[in-house]
C-alpha cells in the first residue's frame, strides 16, 4: 500500500516480502556500526522481525515504517524510513537506513521530508525526535538538513552508550 510519492521514490508499507531486503539492511555496516546487532540472520529470522515490529506498529497506530523504492530502479526496495513512538522517548522518533549502494544520492533527505509532511498533515503530530550515537555523521547531517536540532545527550536504553537526542516542532 503507497503511503506518499516524490519525484524519484515511492513509500509504501512494509510486508513480510521484504523480508531479503530487511534482512540486508540489517546486516549493512552502517547498521551493523551505527544502530546494533539485532541477530537477524536469515530471511525467516527477518520476516519474523517484521511480523514482530513493522506490521505490529501499523496495527497500533496510524503510522509506522515504509519501504523506499526507487521509481527509476523498477521499484527496487532500498531501504526504510518511518516514524516510532517508544515508550523511553518522550515524542515520535523519526528514522531511516538506506541499502549502502545507494547512500550519498539524496533518497534518505527526499524520503524523511515526505514523512516529516505526513507527520504534520495526516497524522498531527506536533512534536519529532530522533536519536542517534555521535559518532554518526550522515544521520546527524539528515537530521540537519531536515531542520532537527540538537537538544541534548541521552541514554533512553540501559544496555546502549549515550546518544543524541535531535527535535522539530512541527
Ligand atoms: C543516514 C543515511 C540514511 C543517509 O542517507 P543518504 O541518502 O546518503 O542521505 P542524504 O539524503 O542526506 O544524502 C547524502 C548526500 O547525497 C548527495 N546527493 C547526491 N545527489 C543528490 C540529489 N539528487 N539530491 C540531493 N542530494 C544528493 C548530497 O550532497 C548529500 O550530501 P550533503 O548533505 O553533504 O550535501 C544513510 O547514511 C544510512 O542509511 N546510514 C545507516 C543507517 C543509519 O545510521 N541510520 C540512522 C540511525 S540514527
Known amino acids: 500500500m503507497i503511503i506518499a510519492e516524490t519525484n524519484r521514490l515511492i513509500l509504501s508499507k512494509i510486508t513480510v516480502d521484504d523480508a ?18 539485532r541477530n537477524i540472520k536469515t530471511v525467516e529470522d527477518a520476516a519474523n522481525y517484521i511480523q514482530n515490529n513493522q506490521l505490529k506498529c501499523y496495527e497500533l497506530y496510524d503510522y509506522g515504517y515504509y519501504k523506499i523504492q526507487v521509481k527509476s530502479e523498477n521499484l527496487k526496495a532500498i531501504g526504510t524510513t518511518g516514524l516510532l513512538k517508544r515508550e523511553q522517548l518522550e515524542h515520535v522518533d523519526i528514522g531511516f537506513s538506506i541499502l549502502p549502494d545507494y547512500h550519498g544520492k539524496g533518497y534518505g533527505y527526499e524520503a524523511a521530508s515526505e514523512i516529516i509532511k505526513l507527520a504534520k498533515t495526516t497524522f498531527n503530530i506536533k512534536t519529532l525526535c530522533a536519536i542517534t ?11 540537519e538538513k531536515l531542520g532537527l536540532s540538537y537538544q541534548k545527550r541521552v541514554k533512553p536504553f540501559e544496555e546502549d552508550e549515550e546518544l543524541l537526542l535531535f527535535a522539530k516542532d512541527l
Open 133 to 143: 550515537l555521535p559518532i554518526n555523521k550522515p544521520s546527524i547531517n539528515l537530521l
Open 20 to 37: 531479503p531486503m530487511i534482512l540486508e539492511l540489517m546486516n549493512s555496516p552502517d547498521w551493523l556500526k551505527y544502530i546494533g546487532d
